[in-house]
C-alpha cells in the first residue's frame, strides 16, 4: 500500500471521526449553551431582585414619599439616599439604571382622553419618578437632565400595569422584561419601598438594557466557543491517535493482499500490531495457510499435468498458452522438422523385458531431449524410442540441434563401452517447410497436432539414414534457409525419388559431428561424389561405382560411400 493510499485512508477516517464528534460536540455544546444560559440568566435575575431588595431597605418609606418635587431634591436626605442607589448601581456589572417610583393620584376629567366616556370626575393612581441619580449613559449626559422628581413615568402603558400591578400585589422576585420600539428591550427588576409601619410607599428599579444581557450571553458564548475549540483540538489530536491504530491493522492487511495479488505466500501477519483485530489477523494467517496448502498442491498438479502438456506449442497456436486454446484453433507457420529414431532399437528391446525397455528409453531420453531444449526446439511427440521435435525459430537451431544430440550421443556410448555395453546408433532428417499446427478431437479430449506434408517428408528422409548408412540427413529445403551454419560441413549425397513425393528431392550429409580427419577428406570430395551420382543416374553404373571406390581408398572409414556403392550395384534408388 503506497503513501498516497495510507494517507487517503486516514484521512478518510480522521474526516468521518471529526463529522461525528463535530455533531456530537455542536449538539452537546447547544444543549449545555442553553443550560448555561438559563442558568446564568436566572442567576442575573435573581442578583438584580436581591440588590433591589437590599437597597429598598435602606430607604425609607415615609421620606421617599415628598421626593416629587424639585425642591426635594435639595434635601440632604435625598442626597443620602441617591449616593447610596449609586453605590448598589456600582455592585453589579449589569445594571445600567437605578431609581426609585412615587405612586400618586391623578384627577381624570370627565371626557378626557383617559376616560373618554366618563361623566364623573375619578382619580387615576400613576407613577412619577422618586429618587434618581446623575448618572452619566454613553452620551455624556445626565438622566436628570431628562427627568426629575414628580416627573411622569415615561414607560407605556404596559410597563405602568405591570408596576401598579407588583406594587398593588408586593410580588418578590420578579423581572419584567420590557420591549419598546424607541428604547429596545430591557429588564426591570423592581422591590416596594415600606414605611415604618410596614406600609408600600414606593418602588424601587434597577433597570438593565438589552445590551447588558447580550453582553452576559457573550461572556458565555466566548467561553463555549474556548471550551469547543480545546476540545476539538482535542478531538483533532485524538482522532488522528486513533486513526493510526484503526488503520493500521486494514493497511497491513492492504498490503498482505497486494502481495496475494502477486503470489507472494511466503509471510504471515504479525499480531502485535493489530490490537483489537487480533482475531482478524489470526483469521488472515489461517486463510494462508489454506492458500498455501492448495496452492502448492495446484502448483503440484499443473507440474505434473505439464509433463503431459506441450506448452511451447500451445503459446505457437495461442499467446495466453493452455488457457485460451479451443477445438478447431490454428496457425500456419514455416518451421524445422527433425525426426530421430534408434537403428535397431527393435532387436535391442527384444532382449530385454519390458521394464528395462522403458529405463533404457528413458536414459537415452534424459540425454537427447535436453539438447532439443537448449536449441529452441519444441518436443511434439515419443513415438516409442523415436522423436519429433518442431522448431519454429530458425533452420540453423535445427542442425545445431542435431548435431549437438550426436556429440551427446558420442559421449554416452563411450560410457556404455566402459560397461562393455553396445553402442547405439540413430538417424536424423530435417525438413523445413510451411506446415498447420492446430488442435483436434473433441470438446472433452483435445491434442495438438501439425499438419503438413513436411512432416511427412522429415520423416521419410530419416528413414533413408539407412539406406545411405549417415547419422544426419537434411533436405535441399532445409539448406537454402541456413544462415550462420557453416555449409561446409554439408555434404551432396543424392537427388532421389523420396516415398510420398512425385519429385525427386537433393538430401545431403551432415558431418560437423565427424572427427576432423573425416570431415576434411568429405570436405575434399564433394565434386566427385556429385559425378558419381550423376553417372548412376544416367545409367552408368559402372563409373558411378569407380567414384565412389577411388574415394573410399582415400578414407575407408566413410560409411555413406560403402552404402552408396550398394545402392547403385542394386539399383535401389
Same mark, same amino acid.
Given at each position: ?43 442575573? !435575575? ?6 433591589? #431588595? ?39 456589572? #449589569? ?11 391623578? $384627577? ?27 448618572? !452619566? ?11 426629575? *422628581? ?19 400585589? *408586593? ?7 420590557? $420591549?419598546? &420600539?424607541?428604547? %429596545? ?13 410596614? =406600609?408600600?410607599? %414606593? ?46 491493522? +486494514? ?14 505466500? *511466503? ?14 489477523? /489470526?483469521?488472515? @494467517? ?6 498455501? =496448502?492448495? !496452492? ?18 500451445? &503459446? ?9 486454446? *479451443? ?34 528409453? $528413458? ?9 532439443? $531444449? ?6 511434439? /511427440? ?102 550462420? +551454419? ?33 570431415? @576434411? ?21 559402372? /563409373?558411378?561405382?569407380? #567414384? ?26
Amino acid at each position: 500500500m503506497n503513501n498516497s493510499s495510507r494517507r487517503h485512508l486516514r484521512s478518510h477516517v480522521i474526516v468521518w471521526f471529526l463529522l461525528v464528534a463535530g455533531i456530537i460536540l455542536a449538539i452537546t455544546g447547544f444543549s449545555i449553551y442553553r443550560s448555561a444560559e438559563a442558568y446564568l440568566f436566572g442567576q442575573f !435575575r435573581q442578583q438584580q431582585t436581591l440588590l433591589a #431588595h437590599s437597597t429598598a431597605a435602606l430607604i425609607s418609606g415615609k421620606q421617599h414619599k415628598r421626593f416629587v418635587t424639585a425642591k426635594s431634591m435639595n434635601t440632604k436626605q435625598y442626597l443620602t439616599y441617591k449616593n447610596a442607589l449609586i453605590r448598589s448601581m456600582n455592585q453589579s456589572n #449589569h445594571t445600567n439604571f437605578i431609581y426609585t417610583l412615587n405612586v400618586t393620584l391623578k $384627577n381624570i376629567k370627565p371626557g378626557s382622553i383617559e376616560e373618554p366616556d366618563s361623566n364623573i370626575q375619578t382619580k387615576l393612581e400613576h407613577l412619577v419618578y422618586g429618587i434618581i441619580p446623575d448618572i !452619566r449613559n454613553q452620551t455624556g449626559r445626565g438622566i436628570q437632565q431628562w427627568y426629575l *422628581s414628580g416627573d411622569d413615568f415615561v414607560e407605556d402603558d404596559d410597563a405602568n400595569s405591570s408596576m401598579l400591578e407588583f406594587y398593588h400585589n *408586593s410580588s418578590n422576585g420578579v423581572t419584567i422584561q420590557l $420591549n419598546s &420600539k424607541a428604547n %429596545g428591550a430591557k429588564y426591570l427588576s423592581p422591590a416596594i419601598i415600606y414605611d415604618e409601619a410596614g =406600609v408600600a410607599s %414606593g418602588i424601587l428599579i434597577i433597570e438593565s438594557s438589552y445590551r447588558q444581557v447580550l453582553a452576559l450571553r457573550e461572556d458565555i458564548l466566548e467561553s463555549m466557543l474556548v471550551t469547543i475549540s480545546l476540545l476539538f483540538i482535542s478531538l483533532l489530536v485524538a482522532s488522528i491517535f486513533f486513526a493510526r491504530k484503526i488503520t493500521r491493522p +486494514f493497511e497491513q492487511l492492504t498490503d498482505a493482499i497486494e502481495r496475494l495479488i502477486k503470489n507472494d505466500f *511466503s509471510f504471515n501477519l504479525s499480531l502485535s500490531g493489530f490490537a483489537g483485530f487480533t482475531y482478524l489477523a /489470526k483469521q488472515f @494467517n489461517l486463510m494462508l495457510l489454506k492458500l498455501q =496448502v492448495s !496452492r502448492n498442491e495446484l502448483v503440484s498438479t499443473n507440474k505434473a499435468f505439464s509433463r503431459f502438456v506441450p506448452h511451447q506449442i500451445l &503459446k505457437l497456436i495461442s499467446q495466453n498458452g493452455i488457457k485460451g486454446i *479451443s477445438l478447431g484453433d490454428c496457425i500456419e507457420k514455416e518451421m524445422t522438422i527433425l525426426f530421430c529414431d534408434i537403428r535397431g532399437f527393435t532387436r535391442l528391446s527384444e532382449s530385454m523385458p519390458p521394464q528395462e525397455n522403458f529405463k533404457f528409453i $528413458n536414459r537415452y531420453l534424459k540425454i537427447m531431449v535436453p539438447v532439443i $531444449n537448449k536449441h529452441g526446439g519444441i518436443i511434439d /511427440k515419443y513415438m516409442g524410442d523415436g522423436i519429433m521435435a518442431l522448431f519454429p525459430n530458425s533452420p540453423d537451431d535445427a542442425l545445431e540441434a542435431a548435431v549437438g544430440m550426436m556429440q551427446s550421443l558420442n559421449k554416452y556410448n563411450a560410457t556404455l563401452k566402459a560397461k562393455n555395453l553396445p553402442n547405439l546408433e540413430i538417424g536424423l532428417g530435417l525438413h523445413s517447410g510451411n506446415m498447420m499446427l492446430g488442435t483436434v478431437g473433441t470438446s472433452s479430449r483435445m491434442d495438438v497436432t501439425v499438419i503438413s506434408d513436411t512432416v511427412n517428408t522429415a520423416a521419410r528422409i530419416e528413414s533413408l539414414t539407412k539406406t545411405f548408412n549417415t547419422p544426419i540427413l537434411i533436405s535441399e529445403e532445409l539448406r537454402v534457409r541456413l544462415g550462420e +551454419f557453416d555449409k561446409r560441413n554439408l555434404r551432396f549425397i543424392a537427388t532421389c525419388f523420396v516415398q510420398g513425393k512425385s519429385q525427386q528431392m537433393t538430401l545431403y550429409e551432415v558431418f560437423a559431428q565427424d572427427p576432423i580427419s573425416l570431415r @576434411n577428406e568429405k570436405l575434399a570430395n564433394q565434386t566427385l561424389m556429385i559425378e558419381a551420382w550423376e553417372a548412376y543416374k544416367l545409367g552408368d553404373l559402372d /563409373k558411378a561405382i569407380s #567414384h565412389y571406390q577411388k574415394l573410399m581408398e582415400k578414407n575407408p572409414m566413410d560409411k555413406a560411400l560403402l552404402a552408396l556403392i550398394e545402392v547403385a550395384q542394386k539399383g535401389r534408388l
